[in-house]
């Protein structure tokens, strides 16, 4: 099993950037497919990015595409989240998440994310 710890959120002025990262404990890290997600205040979660075991793979949500970067160190049992150019809608909480099923490749399904963090805030004002 495996335990995920996320940093990096923050309060960032609109058009700022901010980069979060997500710890993975255990070695097998590289097993994983791995998401990250948001939950505004009186929203659903919904999916932002996801990422293959290899990082050979990404996938973004519309409205984070073209401004975000997902990327992943299998060595440091790191997945980060680089976000620019950031919006007020941005505001919300950021879960790292983590899979192990081999497909899809790169899942926007928060279904099928076994194991999650915590989650860090981020707050953009605007």
């Known amino acids: 099993q495996v335990q995920l710890v996320e940093s990096g959120g923050g309060l960032v002025q609109a058009g700022g950037s901010l980069r979060l990262s997500c710890v993975a404990s255990?070695?097998?890290?590289?097993?994983?497919?791995m998401g990250w997600f948001r939950q505004a205040p009186g929203k659903e979660r919904e999916f932002v990015a996801a990422?293959?075991?290899?990082?050979?793979?990404?996938l973004y949500a519309n409205s984070v595409k073209g401004r975000s970067t997902i990327t992943r160190d299998n060595v440091k049992n790191t997945v980060t989240l680089q976000m620019n150019s950031l919006k007020a809608e941005d505001t919300a909480v950021y879960y790292c998440a983590a899979r192990k099923k081999v497909m899809p490749v790169v899942s926007s399904t928060p279904e099928d994310y076994e194991y999650w963090g915590q989650g860090t805030q981020v707050t953009v004002s605007s």
């Open positions: 255990g070695p097998t890290f590289s097993t994983y497919r």
């Open positions: 990422i293959s075991w290899n990082g050979g793979s990404t």
